[in-house]
């Protein structure tokens, strides 16, 4: 099977603009969970998507958003873009969406920079 | 925040040793993951371990969890330089509810020198 995939890999913005990003997960999988990296605050989770709801969501400001399409690609969008938005932005898919159960698969990410 | 703290936060061995990462973690949890990271790319998943097992165990690597102590450590035995990047504990939540969340740990920097 082909694995998650993200697209773009790498997006340069500037302060105050919007973006979206987009997650493939694998054939089969219906759970999508985003993930922000930073090196100040590690692996955070924002939000997951299942069967196209909502499910879960992290602690961040209402600027960042997600939706899940009925064929279970997902986009995340940031509006208002702030310099701290600067991250790798994560995508992963799992069978049935139960971290209690079963592992997640990562996409290669999403590198973004805002200026 | 994040929940998991690994120990140490790098680790610098000769190729051919072992290495050891241990985690701690505060809630309760369903399973306990070990995640590896190439240099700022996509995670691979290694191993899961559910909370009532106490140790599993994949090719080189051995992770043995403590419920009791709500701490974890991953073992790779016979380190290649291949094995160098960041490694995650990552907890998933107890109950069906809560989800794919899962809440990761600060990382461990592990170097394996040639």
């Known amino acids: 099977k082909a694995g998650v995939t993200q697209t773009p890999r790498y997006l340069i913005k500037t302060r105050g603009q919007q973006v979206t990003l987009s997650c493939s997960p694998i054939?089969?999988?219906?759970?999508v969970s985003w993930y922000q990296q930073t090196p100040g605050q590690g692996l955070q989770f924002l939000f997951e998507y299942f069967s196209e709801t909502q499910r879960n969501k992290g602690n961040f400001p209402g600027r960042f958003s997600g939706r899940q399409f009925s064929n279970s690609r997902s986009e995340m969008n940031v509006s208002t873009l702030e310099l701290g938005d600067s991250a790798l932005y994560l995508c992963a898919s799992s069978p049935r969406g139960l971290a209690g159960l079963y592992e997640q698969y990562f996409g290669p990410g999403t590198r973004l920079t805002v200026t | 925040s994040q929940q998991g703290e690994e120990d140490p936060q790098a680790l610098s061995i000769q190729e051919g040793e072992n290495a050891t990462m241990n985690c701690s973690y505060k809630?309760?949890?369903?399973?306990l993951q070990w995640y590896r990271q190439n240099s700022g790319r996509g995670l691979v998943h290694l191993i899961l371990?559910?909370?009532?097992?106490r140790e599993k165990h994949s090719g080189r690597l051995r992770v043995t969890l403590d419920t009791s102590k709500k701490s974890s450590s991953l073992l790779i035995t016979a380190s290649r330089a291949a094995d160098t990047a960041s490694y995650f504990c990552a907890t998933g939540p107890g109950g069906e509810t809560s989800g794919s969340r899962l809440t990761f740990g600060e990382g461990t920097q592990l170097t394996v020198n040639p």
């Open positions: 371990i559910r909370s009532n097992e």
């Open positions: 054939s089969g999988h219906r759970s």
């Open positions: 809630t309760s949890i369903n399973n």
